[in-house]
């Protein structure tokens, strides 16, 4: 069973319409994440404007690139960007955002001006980009942050759920004592994600939220995206097949579960073929 072989009301997990998400789907980087990132809210607001957004982001680039002509170097261009967007702007995050789905659609988070650490680097990066700050997103475990390289020094790195500015030794040390790792050992986790790497960390934030709260429409939404993005990965088919039961999809998640008995390591087969029984009883009962 594929995802390309779902019955005809199923024809939207094609995404025919979301042209930024189909580049990630053919793995393009000329991704445009902004437009990206409204086509995954778009799911659970149908009716949503994209305009508003990309106007509000536009007029905020252009008068911040004003107040940047009068800026000496980066350091000081950062600060400029951090001041408007976290302090008069007032974008952050508390503890509250992660357990609000809201805090992970982009135009939530200009609304409300609050956010997931990942949606309000999509923030900086949608205006710093635009206003002539180069800005990189960097997912780091636990905490996803934005990198921005001048190339006449060490790079200087942006927590906007805090605001605050960092020099690549005061990130190394703050990421070593959040993760429990020594800071030679996570030098590499500075590396930019791939706009791919950022739709799939926001989609598995949503993920993990909906399965916590037991939504499960939701939960199924998010999870055809990223089957869609990664077809041929067994825990995406797996996760697709357990959802699938639980919104009334017996069929498909026995025909999935079947599929990936096959490629499952020892330790799940036995979950695998409970939930398989139990979706053929639930056909058995409609039949």
């Avoid at 800071?183 to 993990?208: E, F, G, Q, T, Y």
């Amino acid at each position: 069973m594929s995802i390309h072989d779902f019955s005809p009301e199923d024809s939207h997990v094609q995404f025919t319409e979301d042209r930024e998400f189909q580049k990630l789907i053919r793995r393009q980087r000329n991704v445009n994440l902004p437009v990206a990132a409204l086509e995954l809210a778009r799911d659970f607001d149908p009716q949503l404007r994209f305009e508003e957004t990309l106007a509000w982001i536009d007029l905020r680039a252009q008068e911040l690139a004003n107040k940047l002509l009068k800026q000496n170097d980066s350091r000081e261009a950062l600060q400029v960007l951090v001041s408007e967007l976290a302090t008069n702007d007032g974008f952050h995050g508390n503890h509250e955002c992660f357990k609000r789905p809201e805090s992970s659609f982009l135009n939530k988070v200009v609304e409300t001006r609050m956010g997931l650490p990942i949606t309000l680097s999509l923030v900086y990066m949608a205006v710093g980009n635009k206003a002539g700050i180069p800005l990189t997103g960097v997912s780091t475990p636990m905490h996803f942050i934005l990198k921005h390289d001048s190339g006449l020094g060490e790079p200087l790195f942006i927590d906007a759920y805090r605001g605050r500015i960092m020099t690549q030794k005061q990130c190394l040390a703050w990421l070593s004592d959040l993760i429990g790792i020594d800071s030679n050992l996570i030098d590499h986790c500075l590396r930019p994600a791939a706009p791919r790497a950022i739709v799939v960390r926001m989609l598995n934030n949503l993920k993990s939220l909906f399965i916590q709260q037991e939504n499960w429409s939701s939960s199924w939404q998010v999870q055809l995206r990223l089957s869609r993005l990664n077809p041929t990965s067994y825990e995406e088919r797996r996760d697709l097949g357990f959802i699938a039961l639980k919104v009334g999809r017996p069929g498909l998640c026995a025909e999935l579960l079947s599929d990936c008995l096959n490629k499952s390591p020892k330790d799940e087969r036995k979950m695998l073929t409970n939930y398989i029984d139990h979706a053929r009883a639930e056909i058995a009962i409609c039949n």
